[in-house]
């Protein structure tokens, strides 16, 4: 696996949009991606992605936090490995990359949330050394 890298550019921003559609198919288009992430830049987010040959093949939304409680740590909002990449090994180096990544920002976690549905993702977070630690709830505003 190629290192990780973090998108800024509007080009590398739209070429993360194949694989982040795979993981969040709601996303309408590229521009549409753009936009969205270029919003959520301005409080903190960074876009990292791996690419092989010029192609992006796994992508993952990171933003750090900090609690009184636990200290600081990079909480993953979407991890997405391209479905023809998987079961190869590649979530693992990407997963290992984004750790070391935030061991050289002094986290002393990473935290994720992850629908219930994605059984599949559990398992490899799981594998991956994560525990479930707490319950997330939502309150629909609209």
């Known amino acids: 696996m190629n290192k990780l890298d973090f998108a800024q550019t509007e080009q590398q921003i739209k070429a993360c ?15 549409v991606f753009l936009e969205k992430v270029r919003r959520k830049q301005k409080y903190g987010y960074h876009l990292a992605y791996c690419e092989t040959d010029g192609s992006v093949f796994a992508v993952a939304g990171l933003r750090f ?3 009184f409680g636990i200290g600081k740590y990079l909480v993953i909002d979407d991890l997405v490995v391209c479905e023809n990449h998987r079961g190869r090994g590649v ?11 935030s061991r050289a920002q002094d986290c002393v976690q990473i935290q994720l949330d992850s629908a219930l549905d994605l059984e ?8 991956m050394g994560m525990r479930q630690t707490h319950r997330h709830f939502a309150y629909d505003i609209l």
Request: aromatic content about 22%.
């Open 91 to 101: 979530g693992t180096a990407f997963f290992e990359a984004i750790a070391s990544y």
């Open 17 to 31: 949009f194949d694989v982040m559609v795979q993981l969040i198919p709601q996303i309408e288009n590229a521009a």
């Open 65 to 67: 936090y900090e609690y």
């Open 120 to 127: 599949g993702a559990h398992k490899f977070y799981q594998k």
